[in-house]
């Protein structure tokens, strides 16, 4: 049998398991005495904004000079803004809205991400976990094999995403021919890429790149690939967290290579908030063999975040876990997100490199009820300062009120939780 005819019949075969963890839309969870979601929002926004003045108070004057010092032409500025965003699930009732909105001849993603794009503007680096295959030889798909148009790639991309992981457990979804059908997209567009690769020689070859004056490295590892592997004779390569023995060595080369090492993690129970024994493992092991910032993803809701020493003295940052960046799973906890944002600075005499400004911004993905032959319509990403009570009415999910997001918000350190 032709190998991509077998491919099909073994996804096809797959598509009644159980196997494909992540990205199912999942049953509701019981909300009884969930009612009260109001009044806690309202108290950790009066919280947040007592510490931002607060905070302003204790502002010395000359730090207020040094904020404002400008910098001389030509010279770098040692500082770069940092943004990270989570799984861009593409569901068919997406991509099928999409393509309604776009007149049935074309796929229209605009409305999708309208109200998130504020948060990439004059962001220097933008990182997207890419949850599905984007190809136009597979497709579309969903769950639970995706892939995904590459006009929503090509959304992406002009949205302001400069750099993409593919480090995730669906990129093995349409076998080794689907992952380079994916690759050779991704070479097309002006971006970094990294997380899957053509064959081991390309695993190697870590990913760098420099804005304004302090150099960043890209690494990518995954727990594990819903049971697929790259099949003898089949192209591609990824490498698992298990394989500890490359992971440090890339660590560790990375580290030697750049200024800042990011590596992103596919790791985390689906769908809960709690971190696992890989994420606890593996998060401080990471940050020993080099590691500055973690930008974890897989459980599709949002897992804790915060900072790691370094042997050096230093201070590392983990996002444990994003959620999803869209998406239309109906799990009570799905819906929740988080945009990570900081500032990376670098002391031009030192070399340093520190951490400010670090920021997690929840998000909600929004959907309501059936339209369009069965699917769900008004599918759309919402900063949740935004998402009000008429949306949460709206919303498909039944039970999925303010309390659920604020269940889920508990879980980020108030320092870093950023409601705006």
């Not at 509701?28 to 947040?48: Q, S, W």
């Not at 960046?325 to 990376?344: E, H």
Request: hydrophobic share 35%; aromatic share 10%.
């Amino acid at each position: 049998m032709h190998l991509r005819a077998k491919r099909f019949a073994v996804l096809m075969c797959a598509a009644v398991m159980a196997v494909c963890t992540g990205c199912a839309s999942m049953g509701v969870r019981d909300t009884e005495g969930l009612d009260n979601g109001k009044e806690l929002a309202a108290g950790r926004e009066k919280m947040l904004s007592q510490s931002k003045k607060k905070a302003d108070e204790e502002t010395t004057p000359d730090e207020e000079q040094t904020d404002k010092q400008p910098i001389p032409e030509g010279q770098p500025s040692n500082v770069v803004s940092l943004l990270c965003a989570g799984d861009n699930l593409v569901h068919d009732n997406i991509y099928n809205e999409a393509w309604h909105k776009g007149g049935d001849t074309h796929y229209d993603f605009t409305d999708a991400y309208r109200n998130v794009e504020r948060y990439l503007d004059g962001t220097d680096i933008a990182i997207l976990n890419q949850e599905t295959l984007v190809t136009d030889d597979y497709g579309p798909q969903s769950f639970p094999m995706f892939a995904t148009p590459t006009a929503n790639g090509d959304h992406m991309v002009d949205i302001g995403f400069n750099v993409i992981s593919m480090s995730n457990n669906h990129v093995l979804d349409m076998g080794g021919d689907g992952l380079i059908s994916s690759l050779d997209y991704w070479d097309s567009k002006d971006v970094v890429h990294y997380g899957a690769y053509r064959d081991e020689a390309d695993s190697e070859n870590i990913r760098i790149k420099e804005v304004n004056g302090i150099t960043f490295a890209f690494l990518g590892y995954m727990e594990h690939t819903n049971g697929y592997y790259i099949e003898d004779g089949e192209p591609g390569k990824v490498i698992y967290l298990e394989n500890e023995d490359i992971v440090e060595r890339q660590v560790r080369a990375a580290n030697e290579l750049a200024d800042v090492v990011v590596v992103s993690c596919h790791f985390g129970t689906e769908i809960e908030n709690e971190l696992n024994s890989v994420q606890e493992t593996m998060a401080p092991r990471l940050v020993e063999w080099g590691a500055d910032l973690i930008i974890g993803t897989q459980a599709h809701t949002i897992n804790t975040c915060n900072y790691i020493d370094k042997p050096d003295g230093g201070k590392a940052f983990c996002y444990y876990g994003l959620g999803n960046f869209i998406s239309t799973m109906y799990d009570l906890r799905a819906p929740v997100g988080i945009i990570g944002k900081l500032n990376v600075v670098k002391d031009p005499e030192t070399g340093t490199i520190s951490f400010e400004n670090v920021k997690a911004i929840p998000i909600i993905s929004h959907f309501e009820a059936e339209s369009y032959d069965g699917d769900w319509y008004n599918c759309a990403e919402y900063p949740y300062k935004d998402y009000t009570d008429d949306m949460f009415e709206k919303n498909y999910i039944e039970g999925f009120n303010r309390q659920c997001v604020e269940d889920c918000l508990s879980y980020i350190p108030d320092e870093f939780l950023s409601i705006e």
